[in-house]
């Protein structure tokens, strides 16, 4: 990372404790398979005019009684300085309606799903914001977080390797053209703009960009932007529940389907080799069945770890968008000594999904390592959010989104 940006990464820390520090709520056992997306694409950035849908299967499949609540924030994940009835149209702490259950599975579960708009309530505002579930008691349950753009701007991403001399072997360096017909009239000392950029859909790896670097009357600059590459997502797909494929080796049946995989290895010191993946995300999907939100089965899932790396005083966890890149003891790996490898396994909805491992050592228990080594030939997802403020308003309009792979990245 470049030097030259030690206030940026200042600001960025503070980011990730704002929101980790919500999003790390302990989810409860029974609830799975959380999606959060436009109607359009599996994505948290949703436009105007756009249906926003979130679901979630409950295995305890009692078909309880789930409310949801809806917040705003600033930029930086602090809760904005608003009235509810300023952002939404309507109510909520209204129950979820859409309750189904799961039907011809080994595992019984409730499928709940929640659209929005819908008759109780709208957005009015552009900006961050969560969704909330809570029982009847008002214990909260989980919480997700999603971004609604009025996309007002043109941008342009220029995804390149590093040309710092100590990280052009490992980084990519992304530099951002933010056009507009007069930018004097977002760019001033009566209004704050922000830019925040966004790697493979993971908060937790974002930086927010100041200033830009360059300033002209139709256009601003942000360069000298520095990511770590990472590596590919690794893969797994069940959903043919009861098959073998190159990834999986054997499928077992007992009181459910179990599916094991083959090892995988720590990929610290290897070579880059390219690995089509979904940059962290999971589809559910299914060959067999045709409603897949309640026909489809869960699979206990067995991963195999070998690393030189990690010893006692590490922890090992395996980490995706379909836990939100967060450390959790439900997803946790355990040393077998018989075996000299770390195993865990985990319940998974038929479908595809990507993974990767990451742990955590006792002198920095909330930093996460990741066991995969970092390439500047990695395709990644990068997503640009552009915030606006003038100095007499309330909140932080989002003004523009873009989003974009680095593929053919220029050396």
């Known amino acids: 990372m470049s030097i030259n940006y030690k206030l940026v990464f200042n600001i960025f820390f503070i980011m990730i404790g704002n929101y980790l520090s919500s999003q790390s709520l302990e989810i409860p056992k029974n609830i799975k398979t959380i999606i959060l997306k436009s109607s359009k694409l599996s994505s948290p950035f949703i436009s105007f005019g756009d249906q926003l849908e979130l679901s979630f299967d409950d295995l305890d499949a009692d ?3 789930y409310y949801y609540q809806i917040q705003h924030f600033d930029y930086m994940w602090n809760l904005s300085k608003l009235y509810k009835s ?33 008759q109780d309530v709208k957005l009015k505002l552009s900006g961050n914001y969560s969704i909330s579930i809570h029982l009847s008691n008002g214990e909260k349950i989980f919480e997700k977080r999603f971004s609604y ?13 590093s040309n710092d001399i ?42 927010i960009v100041e200033k830009p670097k360059f300033i002209f009357s139709n256009n601003l600059i942000y360069d000298d932007i520095y990511f770590a590459g990472g590596n590919e997502f690794l893969n797994f797909d069940n959903s043919n529940i009861n098959s073998t494929n190159y990834r999986i080796y054997k499928s077992k049946l007992t009181d459910i389907y179990n599916n094991f995989l083959v090892n995988d290895k720590e990929r610290t010191n290897q070579i880059y080799e390219f690995n089509p993946d979904i940059n962290g995300d999971f589809l559910i999907n299914s060959n067999n069945n045709y409603d897949l939100d309640i026909e ?6 067995h991963f195999n770890l070998k690393t030189n790396i990690c010893n006692n005083s590490n922890n090992i966890y395996l980490l995706g968008r379909f836990n939100n890149f967060i450390i959790n003891d439900d997803y946790k790996l355990i040393f077998d000594e018989k075996k000299k490898l770390y195993t865990g396994s985990f319940l998974f909805k038929q479908g595809f999904y990507n993974y990767k491992y990451g742990y955590t050592n006792s002198l920095n228990p909330n930093t996460i390592n990741y066991l995969e080594g970092n390439f500047w030939q990695t395709e990644n997802l990068y997503t640009v959010l552009i915030f606006h403020k003038k100095n007499n308003e309330k909140y932080f309009k989002l003004i523009g989104e873009k989003s974009i792979k680095s593929m053919n990245i220029k050396n």
């Open 166 to 207: 100590e990280n052009f072997k490992t980084d990519q360096k992304i530099k951002i053209n933010l056009n507009c017909e007069d930018c004097t009239k977002i760019y001033n000392s009566s209004s704050k703009l922000k830019v925040i950029v966004i790697k493979n859909y993971n908060w937790s790896n974002s930086i």
């Open 296 to 301: 489809n089965d869960y699979g206990r899932v």
């Open 86 to 118: 300023e952002y939404i149209d309507g109510f909520d702490d209204i129950r979820i309606k859409n309750i189904r259950n799961s039907f011809n599975t080994l595992q019984p579960y409730t499928n709940y799903t929640l659209n929005i708009p819908n």
């Open 149 to 161: 753009i009025n996309n007002r701007t043109s941008i342009e991403i220029i995804i390149s390797k």
């Open 63 to 65: 078909e309880k009684n």
